[in-house]
Nanobody, 120 residues
């Protein structure tokens, strides 16, 4: 059974940084491109970033490009989202997803989400 577990969310001031982690169980990690999505209150869930299996290519939503970095450690079955220069509009529940296509389409596996709040 596939399981994705996110961690690392919290409250941070504008301009601050957070690093999210997503630990994956089973064989999913060795065969899937992985991604992050987010959902702000009253809005639809949106694509944030994805990283292919090898880790050599990454793709980002325009709203986070240059500020967020997705990475993965295949030995640890973990994908990360380093978030810098955070803005209040980044406030959302962040979800790990697999498999996430390079076009930003979501796969069928989701984590439970982790809350990120950017506020002074």
């Amino acid at each position: 059974q596939v399981q994705l577990v996110e961690s690392g969310g919290g409250l941070v001031q504008p301009g601050g940084s957070l690093r999210l982690s997503c630990a994956a169980s089973g064989s999913i990690f060795s065969i899937y491109d992985m991604g992050w999505f987010r959902q702000a209150p009253g809005k639809e869930r949106e694509f944030v970033a994805t990283i292919i299996l090898s880790g050599r290519s990454t793709y980002y939503a325009d709203s986070v490009k240059g500020r967020f970095t997705i990475s993965r450690d295949n030995a640890k079955n973990t994908v990360y989202l380093q978030m810098n220069s955070l803005k209040p509009e980044d406030t959302a529940v962040y979800y790990c997803n697999a498999p996430t296509s390079i076009s930003g389409s979501a796969g069928s596996h989701w984590g439970q989400g982790t809350q990120v709040t950017v506020s002074s």
